[in-house]
C-alpha cells in the first residue's frame, strides 16, 4: 500500500516562498507518477504538477508555471514543490497523490496529464496560506 507523507505548508506573505515535501513508500510495481494537486474553498481540486519515475517529465498548470518546481530525490523517495513567488490565490489545501504502474508509458502518460482522476493514494494534505 502507498503512502504519502506531505510536509512543508504554512502562511507565507504575498511574493514569498515555500517548499513542500512528499516521502512516498509501498510502490510494488515498477513506475509510478507522483503529483501535487490543490483544492481551495469551494473550488474544484485541480492538478498543480505532476512528474513520471520513468523519464522524469513534468507537467505544469499555466497558474504555476516560472513560479513553482517540481524534483524528485529518488535516493530518499522524497518529491518536492518549491513555490516561489507565492500569490494569495494559490492559497489552498494542498495534496501530495501517487499512481504506481507496470507500464513505462502509461506512468509516463499519466504525469504528462496530471488529472486528479488517475491517481488513487492520497496524503493527508498541507495548507498553503499566501496572505500580508
Sequence with gaps: QVQLVESGGGLVQPGGSLRLSCAASGFTL?????????????????????????D?????????????????????????????????EDTAVYYCAAVASN?????????ARCRYADFGSWGQG???TVSS
Design 103 to 111: 507500464s513505462l508509458w502509461r506512468a509516463t502518460i499519466l504525469g
Design 30 to 54: 515498477d513506475y509510478y507518477a507522483i503529483g501535487w494537486f490543490r483544492q481551495a474553498p469551494g473550488k474544484e481540486r485541480e492538478g498543480v504538477s505532476c512528474i513520471s519515475s520513468s
Design 56 to 88: 522524469g517529465s513534468t507537467y505544469y498548470a499555466d497558474s504555476v508555471k516560472g513560479r513553482f518546481t517540481i524534483s524528485r530525490d529518488n535516493a530518499k523517495n522524497t518529491v518536492y514543490l518549491q513555490m516561489n513567488s507565492l500569490k494569495p
Design 126 to 128: 498541507t495548507q498553503v
